[in-house]
């Protein structure tokens, strides 16, 4: 009678030992997802919200390429923390920051500044000057076409409308959507991955110098049409505006 009882016993147990395995959970419960307003992953924020336009890691793609050893030579840490925050008006830059009516807080900002950073090469800048982000002075518009031929028309053409290595730089849907700070940079800068070479390498042995730049914007910005994509009445088709544009 007592082995039976015993039986019973260790069979109830059993059962309930069955019973409560089963109610635990067969596989371990994910953590909950991070709050998009906490991620300051400097690869997951670029990769979100950069780049698409700036390619991975920086390389370049629809615009300049933010690891360019030059453009971080001259671009200095609250110039790129401004284009990031505020965007830039008139062009596909538009403002990330919470501030300006984006989505990243000014941590997410500073994680991507500090990021950006990193993959600066002091190094390979050391025995050359570039010339600076900003102007130090006007550009001359008359001078600017005689800077171009001597530095951007055998790319470009000898009117900027296009060449057989590149594009037009007058086009006034390009012009449209690039600010004046945009062409100086770009001047500068060059874009690597498309074969254009920076200030020091459009004609070999004589680097553009700040004034050489500036001039040759001028004359670009100068190229501007007043309202890109509307007709125009005769002879005000090359109508410029100047000073509009960050």
């Not at 015993?6 to 069979?11: I, K, R, T, V």
């Not at 390619?55 to 615009?63: H, L, M, N, P, T």
């Not at 989505?103 to 991507?112: K, P």
């Not at 040759?216 to 505006?241: F, I, K, M």
């Amino acid at each position: 009678m007592n082995r039976r009882i015993w039986l019973a016993s260790c069979g109830l147990a059993i059962a309930a030992a069955m019973t409560g395995c089963n109610s635990l959970p067969l596989e371990p419960v994910d953590p909950p997802p991070q709050r998009p307003d906490r991620v300051l992953n400097f690869g997951t924020l670029y990769s979100e919200n950069c780049a698409a336009c700036h390619g991975e890691r920086g390389q370049g793609g629809a615009v300049i390429a933010l690891a360019s050893p030059v453009y971080l030579a001259i671009a200095s840490d609250e110039v790129i923390r401004k284009v990031i925050t505020n965007g830039v008006p008139g062009t596909p830059m538009s403002a990330f920051a919470q501030s300006a009516g984006g989505m990243l807080t000014d941590e997410q900002v500073s994680a991507l500044v500090n990021g950006i950073r990193q993959w600066a090469q002091p190094g390979k800048l050391a025995a050359v000057q570039p010339p600076p982000y900003a102007a130090d002075t006007p550009g001359n518009v008359q001078r600017g076409p005689q800077v171009f031929q001597m530095y951007c028309s055998s790319c470009h053409g000898p009117d900027g409308k296009g060449g057989k290595k590149a594009g037009s730089v007058v086009d006034p849907s390009y012009l449209a959507l690039v600010s004046d700070q945009d062409l100086r940079t770009i001047v500068i800068v060059g874009r690597p991955e498309f074969g254009a070479p920076d200030w020091r390498n459009d004609l070999p042995g004589h680097p553009m110098t700040d004034q050489d730049v500036s001039d040759v914007v001028a004359w670009l910005q100068a190229q501007r049409v007043r309202y890109p994509g509307q007709p125009y009445p005769e002879g005000q088709a090359g109508s410029a505006t100047r000073g509009g544009k960050p």
